[in-house]
C-alpha cells in the first residue's frame, strides 16, 4: 500500500509531512461535530461533509478507517438558548442532536 502524505490532501502546502497512524493501513479520524444550539446549518454542516470527504479518501486509498464525531452538548450557545426557552440545557442539546440525526439519516454521530 502507498504511504499517505500529507501533500496527497493539500497540494499548496510546502512542508511535507507522514500521516501515520502507527499501524500500517490504519488511520484513526476525531473531528468535532456541530454544536447543536438550533437546526443544522451550513456553518456546522460544512465540517461534517469536509471530513467525511476526507474519510472517503482514506477508504478510497485503502486505508481502514475509524471515524468518530462527537456533538458539542455543552456551549454558550446552548445555555442561552435553554435559558430563553425556560429549559435546561440537557433538552437542547437532546432535541437538537435527534433532529441532525433526523434530517441526515444516519445514526452513527
Known sequence: MKELRYE?????????????????GKSKMYVCGPTVYNFIHIGNARPM???????????YKGYDVNYVS???????????????????AETISKRY???CKERHGRHEY
Open 49 to 59: 461533509i469536509v471530513f467525511d470527504t476526507v474519510r472517503r479518501y482514506f477508504e
Open 97 to 99: 442532536i435527534a433532529e
Open 8 to 24: 496527497d490532501l493539500q497540494y499548496t502546502y510546502k512542508e511535507k509531512r507522514r500521516i501515520c497512524s502507527g499501524r500500517a
Open 70 to 88: 462527537n456533538f458539542t452538548d455543552v456551549d454558550d450557545k446552548i445555555i442561552k438558548k435553554a435559558i430563553e426557552e425556560g429549559v435546561d
